[in-house]
């Protein structure tokens, strides 16, 4: 394994490095399985009459559906730096409503990585952005991740 | 069905929104949770890979907690309100058979450009009094003239 200000210095080198934009469909189906884990039956999302009625003019998605965009379908922990990464905090900021049938687009960058040494040793604490734009090109949300990887766990 | 909502000015700093309590909470749910969100790392649903990893047992996903949290305020917000803003810290652990009350609390009100904006605290405590996740909303509600 590199020494450990190798891994600072290797992760710094990719702040603001945007990844390539990644495109998927939002899908009536995968909005009614994230409603159901949730149990979240709210008619704008799966009542076609009253969404159409309500300022939306139609259906829409949850706005935390964005959760579901760019996932890893990790069957095991991350490890990539020989450690499990820990997803310590999440932040959205929401513009537009997500409809079915919408295409997202999204790109993610890492904005910072602090080093910090804490109770259970060194720690790298990690930032990203990930920027979500429909197809007609408006910006609905920008999310913002915080990572933590222990050294040694 | 869905309220109408909150009109801004029937909101008040101090006031606490209804609260969504969800639970006792499974490994089913938590198995469902990972199809909804298309991530299915095993800490959550696989006992012995959670142990290996070095927790006490499966624990509850951060983004299940986070999407809780929305639902509370969205199933508050009604037709009329929309959700702005959400930050959520995951501070401690979850366990299956635990029941999470998720809560949120008026912590300002402003208008900007015309809208009414209202800033909340919001958390989750489960049946032991643990908030393990903590965090912040920015929401807008029409004013009652406009309903």
Same mark, same amino acid.
């Given at each position: 394994?590199?020494?450990?200000?190798?891994?600072?210095?290797?992760?710094?080198?990719?702040?603001?490095?945007?990844?390539?934009?990644?495109?998927?469909?939002?899908?009536?189906?995968?909005?009614?399985?994230?409603?159901?884990?949730?149990?979240?039956?709210?008619?704008?999302?799966?009542?076609?009459?009253?969404?159409?009625?309500?300022?939306?003019?139609?259906?829409?998605?949850?706005?935390?559906?964005?959760?579901?965009?760019?996932?890893?379908?990790?069957?095991?922990?991350?490890?990539?730096?020989?450690?499990?990464?820990?997803?310590?905090?999440?932040?959205?900021?929401?513009?537009?409503?997500?409809?079915?049938?919408?295409?997202?687009?999204?790109?993610?960058?890492?904005?910072?990585?602090?080093?910090?040494?804490?109770?259970?040793?060194?720690?790298?604490?990690?930032?990203?952005?990930?920027?979500?734009?429909?197809?007609?090109?408006?910006?609905?949300?920008?999310?913002?991740?915080?990572?933590?990887?222990?050294?040694?766990? | 069905?869905?309220?109408?909502?909150?009109?801004?000015?029937?909101?008040?700093?101090?006031?606490? +929104?209804?609260?969504?309590?969800? =639970?006792?909470?499974?490994?089913? $749910?938590?198995?469902?949770? *990972? @199809?909804?969100?298309?991530?299915?790392?095993?800490?959550?649903?696989?006992?012995?890979?959670?142990?290996?990893?070095?927790?006490?047992?499966?624990?509850?996903?951060?983004?299940?907690?986070?999407?809780?949290?929305?639902?509370?305020?969205?199933?508050?917000?009604?037709?009329?309100?929309?959700?702005?803003? +959400?930050?959520?810290?995951?501070? =401690?652990?979850?366990?299956?058979? $635990?029941?999470?009350?998720? *809560? @949120?609390?008026?912590?300002?009100?402003?208008?900007?450009?015309?809208?009414?904006?209202?800033?909340?605290?919001?958390?989750?405590?489960?049946?032991?009094?643990?908030?393990?996740?903590?965090?912040?909303?920015?929401?807008?509600?029409?004013?009652?003239?406009?309903?």
């Amino acid at each position: 394994m590199a020494d450990e200000s190798s891994i600072l210095e290797q992760l710094q080198s990719e702040i603001g490095k945007e990844s390539p934009p990644r495109s998927e469909e939002v899908e009536k189906g995968a909005i009614r399985r994230f409603v159901n884990a949730l149990g979240d039956h709210n008619p704008l999302y799966e009542d076609e009459e009253f969404a159409r009625k309500s300022r939306y003019g139609g259906e829409i998605a949850p706005p935390l559906f964005v959760i579901t965009f760019g996932r890893q379908r990790r069957p095991q922990p991350d490890t990539r730096l020989g450690r499990a990464i820990i997803n310590a905090g999440n932040e959205y900021e929401f513009f537009q409503p997500i409809r079915p049938g919408d295409v997202i687009t999204h790109t993610r960058k890492l904005v910072d990585v602090k080093e910090r040494t804490g109770r259970l040793g060194r720690m790298y604490i990690a930032i990203s952005e990930t920027t979500y734009v429909n197809q007609r090109g408006e910006k609905v949300a920008i999310g913002r991740g915080t990572h933590i990887t222990h050294e040694g766990r | 069905m869905i309220s109408k909502g909150p009109a801004s000015e029937d909101v008040n700093v101090g006031d606490e +929104i209804p609260r969504l309590v969800v =639970g006792p909470i499974t490994i089913q $749910d938590l198995v469902e949770w *990972c @199809g909804a969100e298309e991530d299915y790392l095993n800490i959550h649903y696989d006992e012995a890979a959670a142990k290996a990893a070095g927790l006490p047992g499966c624990v509850i996903q951060g983004y299940f907690k986070c999407g809780m949290l929305g639902r509370m305020l969205t199933d508050w917000l009604g037709e009329r309100g929309t959700l702005k803003k +959400i930050a959520v810290s995951y501070r =401690g652990m979850d366990f299956p058979g $635990d029941t999470l009350t998720c *809560c @949120g609390k008026v912590t300002n009100k402003y208008v900007q450009k015309d809208e009414n904006y209202i800033e909340l605290e919001i958390w989750t405590e489960n049946q032991r009094g643990e908030k393990t996740t903590p965090g912040t909303a920015v929401v807008t509600a029409p004013s009652s003239a406009r309903r």
